[in-house]
């Protein structure tokens, strides 16, 4: 489901920065290169969050709160409350709000590769077989297979909200950019929150990590 709304994202991500947005490409490039300060915000945050939440209960609040904020922008537009296209506020107040969503994203995704690499010892405990290819490629393959899912879903909401392909900005109505927006906030809103929901189903704590380590004598 994670990768059903990555790919959703990414499908839209240039029909939202130059047709909902009306970014020039500058800005794009701008928002595109802010992701180098999002790392380091998830550089930092991360390895916090992990020794003071733990990493199921970390991974839960910084998704819930990731994923959030990331359809926040376009919600308050369909309600009229951000800044016009065009207005001067309008491009730094999305680019902050990006760089700080993009750097809890990241700190997500680095504590769900731990939980990960701590399913591996789990495993081993179980097989006596090292397993962590298979785990992260089985991941990664999953990863890259589904994506498409989510280019799908992406169609069709362009679809729906009837922007034809190859059209400029000046050809879409203000109807079909409502419909953009409020057909894509609460589906991947929605798909991301499914994702969340499983990993509540995530089992391993700090202590059962501990004793799987003393049981493979690592600890």
Known sequence: FGAIATGLAAGL?????TFFWEFTSAQQGIIAISVVLSAVIGFVVAPFVSRTMGKKKGTIIVGILAFSVSPMP????????????????????????TIIDVGLIITFQTLMASMIADLVEASEVKTKRRSEGVFFSAISFTRKMVQGVGV??????????????GATPDEVSADSLFKLGAYYAPTIFFVWMIMIGFITLYRIDRQT???NLQDLGRA
């Open 152 to 165: 799908v879903v992406a169609t069709f909401i362009l679809t729906l909200a009837q922007i034809q392909p």
């Open 74 to 97: 376009v919600v308050l537009r369909l309600f009229d409350v951000m800044p016009a296209n065009g207005d001067a506020l309008l491009f730094p107040l999305i680019l902050g709000v």
């Open 13 to 17: 991500a240039f029909y939202l920065n």
């Open 209 to 211: 990590h501990v004793k």
